[in-house]
C-alpha cells in the first residue's frame, strides 16, 4: 500500500502562483510513477500532468503547458506541482495519484491507470 498526501492548495489572483506538494509514504517502490489531476465542480476528473520515477520524462494536459512544471524528490518520496500564470478556470480540487511500473521512465495519464490517490487540496484562483 502507498499512502499520499497533498497540500500546498489555497487562493491566489490570477496570475499568480502556487506550488502543490504530494507526500508519499507506506510501501513505495523503486518504480513507481506520480501524476497529478483535478477536478471543477460538475467536471470530470482531468489529466494535469505525470512524471516518471527517472524524473527524466513528463508530460502534460494542454490546458497547462507552459504553465505547470511537474518534478519530484525521490529522496524525500515527494512530488511537487508548480503552478504558474494561474487563471481562473484552474479552480479544483487538484489530486496526486501514484502507480507502480516496472519501467522507471514510464508514466501514465489516464485516471484509470493510477492505484492510489491523495484526499486532494483545493485551488482557488480569483479573477
Known amino acids: 500500500q502507498v499512502q499520499l498526501v497533498d497540500s500546498g492548495g489555497g487562493l491566489v489572483q490570477a496570475g499568480g502562483s502556487l506550488r502543490l506538494s504530494c507526500a508519499a509514504s507506506?510501501?513505495?517502490?523503486?518504480?513507481?510513477?506520480m501524476g497529478w489531476f483535478r477536478q471543477a465542480p460538475g467536471k470530470e476528473r482531468e489529466f494535469v500532468a505525470a512524471i516518471s520515477w527517472s524524473g527524466r520524462n513528463t508530460y502534460y494536459g494542454d490546458s497547462v503547458k507552459g504553465r505547470f512544471t511537474i518534478s519530484r524528490a525521490n529522496a524525500k518520496n515527494t512530488v511537487y506541482l508548480q503552478m504558474n500564470s494561474l487563471k481562473p478556470e484552474d479552480t479544483a480540487v487538484y489530486y496526486c495519484?501514484?502507480?507502480?511500473?516496472?519501467?522507471?521512465?514510464?508514466?501514465?495519464?489516464?485516471?484509470?491507470?493510477?492505484?492510489?490517490w491523495g484526499q486532494g487540496t483545493q485551488v482557488t484562483v480569483s479573477s
Open positions: 495519484a501514484a502507480v507502480l511500473l516496472a519501467s522507471q521512465s514510464g508514466y501514465k495519464y489516464g485516471a484509470h491507470e493510477y492505484d492510489y
Open positions: 507506506g510501501r513505495t517502490f523503486s518504480s513507481i510513477a
